[in-house]
């Protein structure tokens, strides 16, 4: 049975496939997966807590930057490396939910006291699209067809362009407002966003399944897992930026 594409760029066919050579053991299987993904949200949120406590008892920015900016990056050479690395990954992604947890706990600190609630808005609506997700999946609701793995792939693409393309801008001082602002352009732009990650756990859910049928390696459910994860964060923060965005309208 052949692998599907996803749009996540950690769970693309190539490292699917090449992970196939070689013998590793016992198989991926989805279970394996899950229980995965349990510990990697129990690692974040145990991140998360020391930088949303910490923001709490100063309630002083500089307190929490060090740590957003280290999150991040630590974040991100981490995804790269479990990305060119999946072997790597029983011992990376645990590393890297923990790293997005002192991101997401900081920034999460921050837009709460900004907009109160909002956090448990956007927790709550991230369970609520995956779960949501999930079951649309496992009910044939929605399927995953070439046609459906290629527009949420084109439309992911094209979110990252005008992200990248947004940042470029800003280093020059030149602000893309409409994409920040509290207009209805803004919010929908941001809905459409919030759309398309929840398309791709689809995808991820999909991917998994179809990694587990084809009997990719054990190690292959710590990356599955860090795939989903991945997705999941980006989830999260777009909820944030929505959520925030519909606050200052009002």
Known sequence: MGYTKSSNPVLSEKIFSSSRSGSYGESMTVNGTINKIGLLLF??????SYTWGLYQDTMDPASVTPWLIGGAIVGLILALVTTF???????????????????LGGLSAMMNTAYPGIVIQAVGLSFATLFAMLFAYKSGLIKVTEKFKFGVVAATGGIFIFYMLSWILGMFGIGLNFANDTSLLSIGISLFVVV?????????????????????????EWYGAFGLMVT???????????????????
Request: hydrophobic content about 55%; cysteine-free.
């Open 43 to 48: 690692f974040l949120v145990a991140a998360a």
């Open 85 to 103: 690395k999946p072997v790597w990954s029983p011992y990376t992604a645990p590393f890297y939910a923990l790293a997005e947890g002192l991101l």
């Open 196 to 220: 398309i990650a929840a398309l791709n756990l689809v995808l991820d859910f999909d991917f998994i399944e179809k990694g587990a049928q084809s009997g990719a390696p054990k190690y292959m």
């Open 232 to 250: 999941l964060v980006w989830l999260y923060v777009e909820l944030l930026r929505l959520l925030s965005k519909l606050a200052r309208r009002n």
